[in-house]
């Protein structure tokens, strides 16, 4: 600009000559009606170059676009981008335009840097001369850049928070040439332009606020149709209908959903996505101590820094190259490199200060950072899948206390119209082995209860024992259901195959079985229900079969769990959850489910 302006003067005195006053004074006007016009309408044009930057880029794009377009109108040859990172209090590397490789050059303090004083100075600082400037610490990389003289600029980015918590960063604008002089206006138009950005920066923030609360609403309204079906909620079914709400900010592979022990030692996975697909395994509980990034997670409090390979804040953990990141273990770092997960983010959540839910995404789109909405919306999807959680947990609860309460009711009946009787001696056993019963489903009752509260513990369990008691109920069921037509086979149980798994969920998958094939063969005009327990390739076998079979799309369904029904998701969980296996077979006129569970004296599953 000041170039064209001395070649302006140039043009009109050598034209003019010698000026008189008149001359002059034609001249000054000349230059205030053309040159000022033209001046202030470039300036205009340069502005409204900034302005027009689309708002639905991405931060760092808006930031490279400006800085491009920033070089051009300065006559400069390159320009970086330094954001300030209050986690971590450090200048991090955030976009250039014309530098190649910037992307992946090291943070730097605040502190005896240029860009540092510039951030906290907030005003332009110009270096005529790097090579000769003690503040710029890496003057072989500028050197191999070919640029002697740069002119840093402020930026202040709007964030969607109070006054004084704007973004701050550093604008640096390089010139090839050595001992360059800047003068005032060049420095003022330098920052004028800068400030504009921010301009961008609010209109982007705002289409950001717009679009977070769009999906907020999308995922709150998707929740509430699934809640208002007769058949209830189902996780698996969840995640499958939000997680395109987050396609957009992280192409996510996988997703799981862990909680967090008391003591913050243990960790336990309650629901994956896809549950085939993931590394974890569901219901596993993991040692913290023994899984870095778990660990690193936890306690997200005590720890923040940025690195080239994982980023660390108070809301996130980011693993942003997992081949390289010190927080992998090896077979996980295998996992990823299978499956082409190029970032894994850990967000972890908390009650009262103390991490009590890990929600894990595993991505195939590299991220190096996430903005505060996406974080937002993130967390958001979190606490409404941890909700979506507790509410399928009460739904399968639900479900199973019926089997219990209508042995419960029948057997007191049965014990009543005992007790009618004048002389009890002849009954005695009798009585004593229905109060047993009630005693026994009073307590699986409890069981449930206790489960609501998250207790229940693996132990030993003798599966033909539960098998026979579970088989007993569903007896006393069919008989005060009054369901004639429905014969049960006496069954087979071969003994002493111990399993190590939950009682409580063995009784519920037994429960849920027996229950399906007695309302399969209600639904015929009759029809029979079998169980079996035994051997099979070193595991301990349960058969439960019922007369009918099953059309070959539902079976389909039925084998991928895409059925509406709790019973088929609480007896796939359960047993993925124990290592085991699940068979469905139709031929001969019946349906048999097998459920296959390792034995107690098998080598327990390795974990990750």
Known sequence: MKKKLEDFFSQHLLRKGNLSEVQLQELINTVESEYQSWFLSTIIQEIEEIMSIDPSLSFKEILEVAAERIVHNLAADAATIRIFDPDTLRLTSFGSYGVSDYQRRADIPVKN????????????????????????????????????????????????????????????????????????????????????????????????????????????????????????????????????????????????????????????????????????????????????????????????????????????????????????????????????????????????????????????????????????????????????SKLEFFGDILHDIKNPAIAVAGFANRACKLLENEDLEPVRNKLKSYLDIMASEAARMQDLAQAMTGEGRETIVELSAVAAMRFRIIEEVVRESKLIRVTLLPPALELGLMVSCSRFGLERVIDNLLGNAVRAVAEQSEGRVAMSVGRRDGMARLVIENSGGIPPERLEKMRRGAVRGRGLNIINRFVHTNHGNIEIEVKNGMTRFIILLPLASSPAASHP
Request: with cysteine.
């Open 113 to 388: 840097t240029i860009s540092g004083s510039v951030v906290q100075q907030q005003r332009c600082i110009a270096v005529p001369s790097i090579l000769k400037d003690p503040l710029y610490k890496n003057k072989d990389m500028v050197k191999a850049w070919g640029f002697n003289s740069l002119l840093a600029v402020p930026l202040v980015l709007p964030l969607s928070k109070p006054p004084g918590n704007d973004l701050l960063g550093s604008l640096q604008i390089y010139y090839k040439e050595d001992d360059r002089q800047f003068d005032k206006l060049e420095i003022i138009h330098a920052e004028l332009l800068s400030r504009r950005i921010g301009f961008v920066l609010a209109k982007k923030k705002i289409l950001d606020l717009e679009e977070l609360n769009r999906r907020k609403e999308t995922i709150f309204n998707k929740i509430f149709v699934k809640l208002s079906r007769r058949e209830g909620i189902k996780l698996k079914d969840l995640f499958v209908l939000l997680i395109p709400e987050l396609k957009e900010m992280i192409e996510v592979q996988s997703c799981s959903l862990f909680t967090v022990s008391e003591d913050q030692q243990f960790i336990n996975l309650e629901a994956a996505y896809p549950q085939d697909g993931c590394y974890y395994d569901a219901g596993h509980s993991f040692t913290v101590s023994h899984h870095p990034y778990f660990q690193a997670a936890i306690n997200w409090t005590k720890q923040k820094y940025d690195t080239e390979y994982e980023r660390i804040t108070q809301s996130y953990l980011l693993i942003k190259d997992p081949a390289h990141s010190s927080l992998m273990s090896s077979q996980l770092r295998e996992f990823t490199t299978e499956h082409h997960i190029h970032s894994i983010l850990l967000l972890p959540l908390s009650v009262d200060g103390k991490v009590s839910h890990l929600l894990a995404f595993n991505a195939t789109k590299q991220k190096h950072f996430f903005s505060d909405e996406e974080i937002e919306l993130i967390t958001f999807f979190s606490k409404e899948i941890m909700k979506a």
